[in-house]
């Protein structure tokens, strides 16, 4: 850091970024990150530093996104613990909400996590309801998480993996060989969608030459080689501008211990070379490079990816542009955004356990709760709501038909009824209906009445009873006459079906009468036919 410089190619994680990029505000040097950090590093807080992929609001967003085009209500989520994961499961968590999802339970693995915390982790994850995994870690942890799921029998049907990034990485860096063993059949991954060029099969080429092939490498390989040459344009652009490289004397703080301030020179021509790197404006292996005015990358967007019969098979993309569809993105750019859901495609999954059929995506979990219904005694309308007989027991109309209900249901549904109310006097029912509302019953079965105000807080089944209600109010007394059946219309619409039926009249007459021997038209008698 003594040394002066001009831009500095970035970090693998946040957290140092976090740092770092405090560090490049002061000395005004550009700080380019070419791999998937969080979205919270934004150009507002840190105006020296610059995102060289999408970020993970991409990533998490292309998530929630295929979640709910699976139809899935509820996620479990296994994260590394560190800011970029910690800040990425937030936005996970809000982009599921927009789509009406939700992040039900995340457990973090801690970086040096012994397999029994892994472990652990994951026991709790089958514990819980949800059968969708979204595993959003280092590839170091990720594969551990991977390994631990087999060994526990949770790669199996029934279950949903989702991977992010990091397997793709892991496949594309060191090949099939590294997860063959693990035998990934059905899990879902992503990678970031790169245009296939000739420019990028020649630097492939290149690249398997000079390494001997034994060296792999994945897109974020090409997103640094893109960021060297970002920066190399922009330099040039800055010396054709006739700029010089200078540095003055940071003075805002004297050396403290061990890190030596004073020694930091500012880069006088800094703010020059971040615009021209924001104006960036050149195709690279990874495609078209530019920035959005918010710089963000543009066109930010992922493959999508089955393992089968280990075997990685694109089963479509995400964009941003256009959400999930078979069509590779840079064919969508041209025509107007489309996200509504009947316009999101993807070609068909083998899931986990070698099926087609879509898994349920929830299991009802041996140590979960058992639904709490709420069940209203009063005193009045024993048989037609509820009766407590003496013991604890609850019988009834309302109880006979959820019961039956139940029993259509096609797995187990663990219950328990908590009366409410005191048996004498008639409860609140608004109350008990409140209470489901806020959690504190999961369902309540009894004569409750479905009114408006009702219907906004909780989902009614359709009514099953007729509550014998009605309501009475005084009518006119009309005289019943001779012209009782006009009644149905007014005046007004008697007088238009009249003057019709006459025109109409006038019309068959004239042409039975030969007056339309005088026109030009379909014969006589067809016409005829047709006007009555
Ligand atoms: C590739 O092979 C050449 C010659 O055998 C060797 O000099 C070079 O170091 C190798 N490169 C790598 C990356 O292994
Ligand atoms: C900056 O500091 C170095 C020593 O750290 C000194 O030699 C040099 O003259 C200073 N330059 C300016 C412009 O103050
Ligand atoms: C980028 O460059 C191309 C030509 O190389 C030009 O057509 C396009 O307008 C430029 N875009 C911007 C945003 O400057
Ligand atoms: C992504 O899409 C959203 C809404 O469709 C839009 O507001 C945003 O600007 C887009 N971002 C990029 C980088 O294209
Ligand atoms: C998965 O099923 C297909 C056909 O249903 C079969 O050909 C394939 O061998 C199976 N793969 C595994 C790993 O069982
Ligand atoms: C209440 O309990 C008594 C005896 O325990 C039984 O005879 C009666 O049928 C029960 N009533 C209902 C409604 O089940």
């Known amino acids: 850091m003594e040394i002066n410089m001009v831009a500095v190619i970035g970090p693998f994680s946040s957290r140092i970024a976090h740092v770092l990029s405090n560090l490049a505000n002061e000395v005004h040097v550009p700080f380019l990150s070419f791999f998937a950090l969080d979205p919270t590093l934004s150009p507002l807080q840190y105006p020296y530093f610059i995102q060289t992929a999408p970020n993970d609001l ?56 012994s397999p029994q915390c892994i472990n652990n982790a994951l026991v709790n994850v089958r514990s819980k309801e949800s059968r969708v995994v979204v595993v959003h870690t280092y590839p170091k942890e990720g594969l551990l998480v991977l390994k631990a799921a087999k060994r526990l029998g949770m790669i199996k049907k029934g279950y949903v993996w989702i991977a992010t990034t990091w397997l793709t990485n892991v496949l594309d860096t060191t090949g099939f060989s590294t997860i063959s063993a693990l035998d990934l059949q059905g899990v879902l991954t992503l990678r970031p969608h790169i245009l296939d060029s000739d420019k990028r099969q020649d630097f492939e080429r ?5 390494s001997n092939g034994s060296i792999g490498f ?39 211990k061990g890190l030596n301030l004073a020694a930091l020179g500012i880069f006088d021509g800094g703010k020059r070379l971040l615009t021209n790197l924001v104006k960036t404006n050149m195709t690279g292996l990874t495609g078209p490079l530019r920035f959005n005015p918010d710089r963000s990358v ?34 969508l750019y041209a025509k107007p955004s489309n996200r509504f859901s009947s316009n999101q495609h993807l070609r068909s999954v083998v899931w986990p356990g070698n099926t087609t059929e879509k898994p349920r995506g929830w299991e009802f979990s041996n140590n979960g709760k058992p639904l709490r219904i709420g069940v209203p005694v009063s005193a009045s309308f024993k048989e037609v709501g509820i009766q407590v007989n003496g013991s604890n027991e609850i019988h009834g109309f309302s109880i006979d038909v959820f019961l039956a209900a139940r029993k259509l249901i096609p797995y187990p549904v663990p219950y328990e009824f908590v009366i409410f109310g005191d048996g004498h006097t008639k409860p609140s029912y608004t109350e008990l209906v409140n209470k489901v509302a806020h959690n504190v019953f999961d369902v309540a ?17 359709q009514p099953y009873i007729e509550s014998g209600l009605v309501v009475v109010v005084p009518i006119k007394k009309l005289d019943s006459s001779a012209w009782v059946f006009l009644r149905p219309f007014t005046p007004q619409l008697w007088i238009v079906t009249t003057v019709f039926f006459v025109i109409v009249g006038i019309v068959v007459w004239m042409l039975e009468h030969g007056w339309n021997d005088k026109f030009r038209g379909p014969p006589k008698q067809q016409l005829v036919t047709i006007l009555w």
Not at 206 to 210: A, C, G, Q, S, T
Request: with cysteine; proline share 3%.
């Open 445 to 461: 079965v009894g004569d409750i009445s479905i009114i408006a105000n009702r219907t906004k807080v909780v989902d009614f089944t």
């Open 206 to 210: 290149r690249w398997k030459i000079l």
């Open 298 to 331: 543009i066109h930010p967007s992922f493959d999508i990816i089955n393992m089968v019969g280990g075997q990685s098979w694109l089963l479509g993309y995400w964009s941003n542009h256009s959400g999930l569809s078979v069509q590779p993105p840079e064919t």
């Open 218 to 256: 994945n897109t974020y390989c090409l997103y640094a080689y893109d960021t060297v040459w970002m920066i190399a344009h922009a330099l040039d652009k800055f010396f054709n501008e006739g700029s010089k490289i200078s540095f003055s004397n940071y003075t805002r703080v004297k050396g403290t």
């Open 58 to 113: 991409y990533l998490m967003t292309a998530i929630a996104e295929m979640i709910s085009y699976f139809g899935y209500r509820e996620v479990t989520a296994i994260y590394t613990d560190g800011d970029q994961f910690r800040n990425s499961m937030y936005i996970l968590s809000s982009k599921l909400w927009e789509k009406r999802c939700k992040l039900s339970y995340k457990t973090p693995v801690l970086d040096s996590s």
